[in-house]
């Protein structure tokens, strides 16, 4: 008897074990994707204010190799931004995605910069549009106008 | 635990008040500064342990950073949670992997799961404030499980002893805070632990069972969780001989049906991926070295690169040591020696974090050696000379060697006499008479000291002087 009642607690527990192994295979189908999940902005984040100029990126890509462009900004109020992104982490290795992941990072999201900034790559006199192609170790420098 | 409040229902009371007392100072020592200290970014895990299980709740699916390699999805993101790329991150971009496997989710579904339910849906929006909150109350409940294994196993005294130095040693507050595996592993290994024990006393096949289920729990931590099994088959085959195989099956089964929801829940996601994580796993570097065991004794690492000296944790490593030579090995002692065991098999790199789970078991081993000292069960010396050790280095924090100079006699003179009484009532044992209640006095009040020292050394260590930390 005792030994009946204690098979039925196993059965009854591997039954348990089934029905959450049933859940497991409903809460992880695919609800949404992921990709867009990772590129989700913020909400809760407050926007930024003041100088775009006032932060930059601590630190170098050590681990992207060559695979960097730099990236300085120089605004009116006479401060400066100086900062090294990884090419890896770019959309596309354009001056306009480099533009994004810096708004992106030090979150000025409704910041026009095409209105308000002109850039320039390496020594290059003239200035370039947003979707110039960017080369491993480019510097890319955007004034404000 | 009836029995407990059966045999001595007053005693069990104080205790149930003192426990409260001393978890709710525990709780509010690891709120102060949660969010700050440490550093946020000093271990870019925290973040990631979060964001797999947001976005498994967001999509079904985990994303995570990872050092791991055989990932076949990857990019390269930064994410600027808490303003890390202005601090602690360095340069370099997160390398996300998907499916992230590295661990099983659970802290992450927890830590993650609290975020969300604040309305964090990004991973910018998990900033440390929301993601540690869910460690305090784990903390917490480490600290009440420790306090409840000690009682059923080595009695009042130790427990609230064993309690007390939890709640406030410095290194073991501020590690509780952070997102780590072994911060959610412990608290489940103690719970286990706790009905192997009542198992053990009255033989009752449910607290097995629960014990099992537990145990599997640890394990949906993170994988060296195993060392949950480990311990508790090596306790039952230590006194279990009449039902021992019955109740290694009843534990491994239990064990496994939550144990294996983590292949489980792989298998489902991905499986080609999961298997290559699970091999890549198995052949990481081996970078704990050879010194591993000198380094886990002498060091007191709380994150990869941050040290902090804390005697409380050295002078336990002697209780320890002190456990070993006991005929029969201790629940604790067990436990210790089976994560040393895994610790040596699992190292890979000398991260701070992989010696917590080390930490319950030293310090009750140390609460059973100063308890049983304040009760002249064993000579009063071990005691005495430990806590000389820790309270003399927390003074060293507030006195420094000039000022000393002016207590330097009333020290050294008072160092002389209490050796010397002490001694006298190792020597004597049972003659002792009324000296027996003054060394019980004498280690009461240097323990009560040494506490306060730590307590109020903890109470220095703010985002400053974190930075400061080498």
């Given amino acids: 008897m005792l030994l009946l009642k204690k098979n039925k607690l196993y059965i009854f527990s591997f039954i348990a074990y089934l029905f959450v192994v049933f859940l497991l295979f409903l809460f992880l189908r695919p609800r949404y994707s992921y990709i867009e999940f990772i590129e989700r902005k913020p909400t809760l984040k407050a926007e930024k204010t003041g100088s775009l100029c006032q932060y930059h990126l601590e630190g170098e890509p050590i681990e992207s190799g060559s695979e960097y462009v730099k990236f300085r900004l120089v605004c009116k109020d006479g401060l400066v931004s100086q900062n090294t992104f990884s090419r890896l982490a770019l959309k596309e290795s354009t001056v306009g995605s480099l533009v994004a992941t810096y708004k992106d990072v030090f979150g000025f999201e409704s910041v026009d910069f095409e209105k308000r900034f002109e850039c320039k790559v390496n020594s290059d006199a003239n200035f370039v549009g947003f979707a110039y192609s960017l080369e491993a170790k480019d510097e890319v420098i955007c004034v404000e106008k | ?470």
């Avoid at chain 2, 104080?14 to 690891?30: E, P, Q, T």
């Avoid at chain 2, 064993?162 to 509780?176: D, F, K, L, Q, Y």
Wanted: charged share 15%; net charge positive; aromatic share 18%.
């Fill in chain 2, 1 to 470: 635990m009836r029995l407990f409040v059966l045999k001595n229902n007053y005693k069990f009371i104080i205790w149930l008040i003192l426990s409260f007392v001393i978890v709710l100072v525990g709780y509010s020592l690891r709120k102060d500064d949660y969010a700050t200290v440490p550093l946020p970014g000093t271990s870019m895990d925290e973040y990631s342990y979060s964001w797999v299980g947001l976005s498994l709740i967001e999509t079904g699916y985990p994303v995570g950073i990872s050092g791991i390699d055989g990932y076949k999805n990857q990019l390269y993101k930064y994410i600027n949670v808490d303003d890390v790329y202005q601090s602690t991150a360095g340069g370099n971009p997160l390398k996300i992997n998907y499916p992230w496997f590295d661990h099983p989710p659970t802290l992450g579904l927890i830590t993650g799961g609290y975020a969300w339910m604040k309305g964090a849906r990004t991973f910018e929006e998990t900033n440390a404030y929301l993601i540690r909150k869910p460690m305090l109350w784990l903390g917490s409940l480490t600290l009440a499980s420790l306090m409840v294994l000690l009682l059923i196993n080595s009695g009042y005294v130790a427990s609230v002893v064993g309690g007390i130095m939890w709640a406030t040693i410095p290194s073991v507050v501020i590690s509780s805070r952070m997102i780590q595996a072994e911060n959610g592993v412990i608290p489940f290994w103690l719970l286990s632990l706790i009905f192997i024990s009542l198992y053990r006393k009255n033989r009752k096949l449910g607290y097995l069972i629960f014990a099992g289920l537990l145990a599997g729990v640890v394990t949906l931590f993170k994988l060296s969780g195993i060392v949950c099994l480990l311990s508790s088959i090596v306790i039952l085959l230590s006194d279990s001989r009449r039902y021992l195989k019955r109740d290694l099956m009843v534990f491994f089964f239990y064990y496994s049906l939550i144990a294996s929801l983590f292949v489980v829940y792989g298998l489902i996601i991905d499986p080609y991926q999961f298997i290559a994580i699970f091999l890549s796993n198995s052949s990481r570097y081996y970078g704990i070295g050879s010194e591993a065991v000198l380094k886990l004794l002498t060091q007191t690492k709380l994150t990869n690169l941050k040290y902090i000296t804390e005697p409380w944790l050295l002078v336990s490593w002697l209780a320890f040591f002190v456990a070993l030579s006991r005929k029969k090995l201790s629940v604790y002692a067990i436990s210790l020696c089976s994560y040393l065991a895994i610790y040596i098999f699992f190292g890979s790199y000398p991260y701070g974090w992989y010696s917590f789970p080390f930490w319950p078991f030293l310090i009750a081993e140390l609460a059973v050696l100063l308890s049983s000292s304040i009760r002249s069960v064993v000579s009063p010396l071990w005691a005495f000379w430990s806590l000389l050790l820790v309270g003399g280095y927390y003074l060293t924090k507030f006195v420094n060697i000039e000022e000393f100079q002016r207590f330097s006699s009333w020290w050294k003179n008072s160092i002389f006499i209490i050796s010397v009484l002490l001694m006298i009532v190792s020597v004597m044992k049972k003659k002792a008479g009324w000296m027996k209640y003054l060394s019980a006095l004498l280690l009461v009040l240097m323990f009560t000291v040494a506490v306060y020292l730590s307590y109020k050394f903890l109470r220095t260590i703010d985002i400053d002087y974190w930075y400061k930390l080498s």
